[in-house]
């Protein structure tokens, strides 16, 4: 064998690994793009209600859109009351009262059940965890009468502490399945070694099995806020002047002298607020939490 044919055979296997490196690269930059572009086609439709919300009423309604028009807080002013309109303090605070209290009702009550299917499992426990995901296919229509009519005998019509109570029921199933997730990866022998040292129930839940599942309970309460903070169907029928919530006020923008896009825009901007600033507080414990137990 020549000299040059000895060269070109060596030569050949790193030409092929420089070229499969090529390829590979070239893949992953057009991966690399494509998912900005995917990124920004989910973020365009928020950043063009931010947009909005800084616009007049006459820019806004403008049919193309005036993106270059003059930015404005007239929105964010309407929207406060400052022009004599309805302040919406009344509506964020119930809001906030509601997907707070029955957030925090929704945990007490999911974490003994979440223990009982997980770590103490009791006989036929999958049925129990089928039986709480039936809750969820029944339509949230289907219940409106019913329910309106009980909060009509019962006198709770316009009541805040009757949107806990429903918040807390319709997010229940959803975060004992979180949190039965969660808490089967807790080890069995820190409980164990807690209750040898004579911890009670109460002792474990608090002070050994939150701890450890702290960012899959945090997990499971953000999603449970976000839920209740957004609900809007029950919030609509059951709430009137003293209940309102915030989704229910957004609907005041649409009247039948038309809609006020601008308001509208500003408004949601404000109502998403506290959400995003949850979910960004809590980001840490959020991504631990919901990637908790797909590792082992």
Known sequence: MSASTATTASASPSASVNAHTRRARRRSAALGV???VVGIGFCLPALWM????????ADAATNPPSIAAALTLDGYRAFFGGGGGPTPWPPLVNSLAASFFSTVLVLLLALPAAYALSIRRVRKWTDVMFFFLSTKMLPVVAGLLPVYLFAKNTGLLDNIWLLVLLYTSMNLPIAVWMMQSFLADVPVSIIEAAQVDGARLP????????????PGIAATALIC???????????????GVVAGTAPVHLTTFVTSQGLFLAQLCAASVVVSLPVLVAGYAAQDKLVQGLSLGAVK
């Not at 931010?50 to 009423?57: D, G, K, P, Q, R």
């Not at 002792?203 to 702290?214: D, E």
């Not at 806020?225 to 709430?239: C, G, K, Q």
Request: overall charge positive; proline content about 3%; aromatic content about 16%.
């Open 225 to 239: 806020f976000i839920f209740s903070w957004n609900e809007l169907l029950f919030a609509r029928v059951l709430t």
């Open 203 to 214: 002792t474990v839940l608090r002070r050994v099995v939150a701890p450890v599942a702290g």
């Open 50 to 57: 931010v947009l909005t919300s800084f616009h007049a009423e």
């Open 34 to 36: 494509a998912a900005w």
